[in-house]
């Protein structure tokens, strides 16, 4: 029975095949090729945006807070003293959250969604010490030719 059954369907994919053109079926192995794997398509486009991010989050979790104030884009430059309280929130933040949940054990960047060529949302999850996982995004803008952190409510 299952040879049958093999039998016809070989009989039906090559009546399929018949009746498909060349120039069709090239169309169509080329749609499965570029279309058919499913998931995050890492374009050029989007390469740039995670990796600025990894670099962003790597800098953050190590407790690197002098990078990664450079890596957000505030919408204006910050003087030495905004940096200053920017710094020691961040500080703040980061021992607040190492204590409630056991601090960032990894990241995983999930994907980048690109709406313009200037404009992008990057999603991640963050898995913590208490084995929890908080699903995150963050908007990014990119400013004079490099891809930073966009504080919300700037344009």
């Not at 090239?26 to 058919?36: E, I, Q, V």
């Not at 990241?107 to 699903?135: K, R």
Request: one cysteine or more; hydrophobic letters at 40%.
């Amino acid at each position: 029975a299952s040879d049958v059954y093999k039998r016809q369907v070989r009989i039906a994919i090559m009546k399929v095949f018949r009746n498909i053109s060349a120039v069709k079926f090239m169309l169509f192995a080329c749609t499965c090729l570029f279309y058919g794997c499913g998931g995050e398509k890492k374009t050029d486009a989007t390469i740039a945006p995670r990796k600025a991010m990894e670099e962003a989050l790597n800098a953050f979790y190590s407790n690197d807070f002098s990078s990664y104030v450079y890596m957000v884009d505030y919408g204006t430059e910050l003087d030495s003293a905004e940096r200053d309280v920017v710094l020691n929130i961040m500080s703040q933040y980061h021992e607040r959250q190492s204590a409630k949940k056991g601090g960032v054990s990894r990241y995983e960047i999930l994907s980048v969604d690109m709406p313009s060529d200037s404009l992008a949302t990057v999603y991640y999850d963050l898995f913590f010490g208490n084995d929890s996982v908080e699903m995150c995004s963050e908007k990014m803008i990119l400013r004079n030719g490099q891809w930073k952190i966009r504080v919300r409510g700037i344009d």
